[in-house]
């Protein structure tokens, strides 16, 4: 298996367990089941997750230059995530150490290599 493909797994199910988080604690009305607004959440994070032009590179989004979610979107990922992020410790410890691993990655915006690679030529 594909080092960089785990990698977007992984992206994938901290996510999904950070929204079921929140969920579970906001408005879920079936334990462990998101409510039909936080599954279409997954349902739109999982596309642009596919669709980052970063792919199995990709930094976490908060440390990426490209904001692909649309405004509303990115706003509730942003409150998901803080309320989620801290709970991850204990409730996921593993995917919240990989993420804060993740967090150190750095990329350069696609435009910067874009006209670098260009002028180098």
Request: glycine residues 4%.
């Given at each position: 298996?594909v080092?960089?493909?785990?990698?977007l797994?992984?992206?994938?199910?901290t996510?999904e367990k950070?929204v079921?988080l929140?969920?579970?604690?906001?408005h879920?009305?079936?334990?462990?089941?998101?409510?039909?607004?936080?599954?279409?959440?997954?349902?739109?994070a999982?596309?642009?997750?596919?669709k980052c032009?970063?792919g199995t590179k990709?930094?976490?989004c908060?440390k990426c230059?490209?904001?692909?979610?649309?405004?509303?979107?990115r706003?509730?990922?942003?409150?998901?995530?803080r309320?989620?992020g801290p709970?991850?410790i204990?409730?996921?410890?593993?995917?919240?150490?990989m993420?804060?691993?993740?967090k150190?990655?750095?990329?350069?915006?696609?435009?910067e290599?874009?006209?670098r690679?260009h002028?180098?030529?």
């Amino acid at each position: 298996m594909v080092l960089g493909r785990n990698r977007l797994r992984r992206e994938v199910a901290t996510i999904e367990k950070m929204v079921a988080l929140y969920c579970e604690e906001h408005h879920a009305d079936e334990p462990r089941r998101p409510c039909l607004r936080c599954q279409r959440l997954l349902t739109y994070a999982r596309q642009r997750l596919n669709k980052c032009p970063y792919g199995t590179k990709k930094p976490t989004c908060a440390k990426c230059p490209v904001h692909c979610y649309k405004r509303a979107e990115r706003r509730q990922i942003r409150q998901i995530m803080r309320y989620a992020g801290p709970r991850m410790i204990a409730r996921s410890p593993y995917l919240a150490f990989m993420h804060l691993l993740d967090k150190l990655r750095t990329v350069e915006h696609p435009m910067e290599a874009r006209r670098r690679r260009h002028r180098d030529g």
